[in-house]
């Protein structure tokens, strides 16, 4: 089928890649804007979508916005059978859903109505949810309400955002072109009423660890903003992301050091911290970061 491709960040690459190999034409490839990143800070920095279709020779494009009348001529001059999207990062007016023969489909990492938005993996790690996965969706106007064509499951178990997201981003990718193989014998169904819930945009705000809850869920906290942007404690003006954490047995206030192993009282339980990054330090063991700055037990945090 002639494919347009809409993505932006590494979720959506094993898609694109999947889409060539299976021998569809991919028309175009629809980007976010190349950001300023680098060393400095300055230079302006393709997606990850971007380097890899440019690598395949597929045309690029990158517009603020789909709204405008050009755009969308644009977009449905392109002819196509069918556009993918997988986490491309802007609302696509009716006009454009509708272009394409056969309409857009999402590629979207949970199973639908729970979690729709924009940080489904987040959301699921924070709340606890033993069970996640892909959902191929038929896209219209409403956020991520769209009939569903496939779904798949995965475990959560221990995984980070940054684990989940590879393996769901692989997955995805197998799913979508197995749906669009079958894509004639496939009936879309209807999202159930019940169990809606909103993945909203993740706040820089919530990575702060917050010990007065129980250890459980302080340890999620640090699994679910693994990579980005990262878990922290403040400590005497310092930031300190915890990248690696375990639940163990303690009792005592909340914030608080137990030990010199850096294990944190918290609400319920504590924690222990395995693997910990200074500001503007490389990440390391905390026993190691333990044997350059000391953190003696009975020390608050933040």
Not at 196 to 222: N, P, S
């Amino acid at each position: 089928m002639r494919i347009i491709f809409m993505g932006t960040p590494d979720f959506a690459v094993p898609a694109l890649v999947a889409l060539v190999e299976a021998g569809h034409e991919v028309v175009a490839a629809y980007t976010q804007p190349p950001r300023p990143g680098g060393r400095r800070g300055k230079e302006l920095t393709p997606s990850p979508v971007h380097k890899e279709a440019e690598v395949r020779g597929i045309e690029v494009r990158h517009p603020v916005s789909l709204k405008g009348a050009d755009e969308q001529a644009a977009f449905a001059a392109l002819e196509a059978d069918i556009a993918v999207v997988a986490a491309y990062g802007l609302i696509l007016p009716q006009a454009v859903l509708d272009a394409p023969r056969l309409g857009c489909l999402n590629i979207h990492a949970s199973i639908l109505p729970r979690w729709r938005g924009a940080a489904p993996i987040h959301r699921a790690i924070l709340a606890g949810d033993p069970t996640t996965g892909i959902t191929i969706m038929q896209m219209e106007a409403g956020l991520d309400t769209g009939p569903m064509l496939a779904t798949l499951r995965t475990t959560v178990d221990r995984k980070t955002t940054g684990e989940l997201t590879a393996e769901l981003a692989d997955r995805g990718a197998q799913l979508l072109i197995g749906t669009l193989r079958d894509l004639a014998v496939h009936r879309a169904v209807r999202q159930p009423d019940d169990g809606v819930t909103y993945a909203k945009k993740i706040d820089k705000t919530e990575a702060r660890l917050d010990f007065t809850q129980g250890a459980e869920a302080v340890e999620r906290q640090v699994r679910a903003f693994m990579p980005v942007p990262g878990a922290f404690f403040e400590l005497d003006g310092e930031r300190y992301k915890v990248l690696a954490a375990e639940v163990v047995e303690g009792i005592g206030e909340p914030g608080t050091t137990l030990d010199d192993a850096l294990t944190v009282a918290c609400g319920v339980g504590a924690i222990r911290c395995g693997r910990v990054q200074r500001a503007g330090k490389p990440a390391m063991e905390a026993a190691e970061l333990l044997r350059g700055r000391p953190i003696p037990a009975g020390t608050r945090l933040g």
